[in-house]
Antibody, heavy 122, light 107 residues
């Protein structure tokens, strides 16, 4: 069974950093691209970015709203994807979901974690 | 950037109704469109990908159609479990833009 478990969320002050982790199980992690999607309280879904599998270069793409502040990385030996968030703003407050992309190109998210809440506030 | 616009924003319907939700892209995305269902407090669930392909395990009352810039999600006979918010997402470009969502409410 595919499982994605996010961790690392919490309350953080504006301008500070936070790193989220997504621990995967139930599939060969290294074969799949992984993405992050967020949802502000009471709002819709916002795509944050993704990281390709090593077979496709392991490169990353980001939404304009987070480019230069957020970094996605992966550790295939541990089956973990990371979202490093720097220079956090109040508008980054959201539930952050880790997702697995389908094993095709282009792909969409076929499995989602339960999400972790990040609150940016002084 | 590709913008995605869903309509309506809210839809009131009864059990057994046929329901259609529309998603329009600001430029052609071929058939690279997905539909998700989200219930309160839960993660979204993939329903349809590549505009019309039904994800495994999703009931056949859900169907998708369209290409280019205009797409529809149809629920042929609305069931109590279907009251939720639905999102479209384009994945033609490297940024996977979502629509703003359509909430399906009980009439």
């Amino acid at each position: 069974e595919v499982q994605l478990v996010e961790s690392g969320g919490g309350l953080v002050q504006p301008g500070r950093s936070l790193r989220l982790s997504c621990t995967a199980s139930g599939f060969t992690f290294g074969d799949y691209a992984m993405s992050w999607v967020r949802q502000a309280p009471g709002k819709g879904l916002e795509w944050v970015g993704f990281i390709r599998s090593k077979a496709y270069g392991g490169t990353t793409e980001y939404a304009a709203s987070v480019k230069g502040r957020f970094t996605i990385s992966r550790d295939d030996s541990k089956s973990i994807a990371y979202l490093q968030m720097n220079s956090l703003k109040t508008e980054d407050t959201a539930v952050y979901y880790c997702t697995r992309e389908q094993r095709v190109v282009p792909a969409v998210s076929d499995y989602w974690g339960q999400g972790t809440l990040v609150t940016v506030s002084s | 950037d590709i913008q995605m616009t869903q309509s309506p924003s809210t839809l009131s319907a009864s059990v057994g109704d046929r329901v259609t939700i529309t998603c329009r892209a600001s430029q052609s995305i071929s058939s690279w469109l997905a539909w998700y269902q989200q219930k309160p407090g839960k993660a979204p669930k993939l329903l349809i990908y590549k505009a019309s392909s039904l994800e495994s395990g999703v009931p056949s009352r859900f169907s998708g159609s369209g290409s280019g810039t205009e797409f529809t999600l149809t629920i042929s006979s609305l069931q109590p479990d279907d009251f939720a918010t639905y999102y479209c997402q384009q994945y033609n470009s490297s940024e996977g833009t979502f629509g703003q969502g359509t909430k399906v409410e009980i009439k």
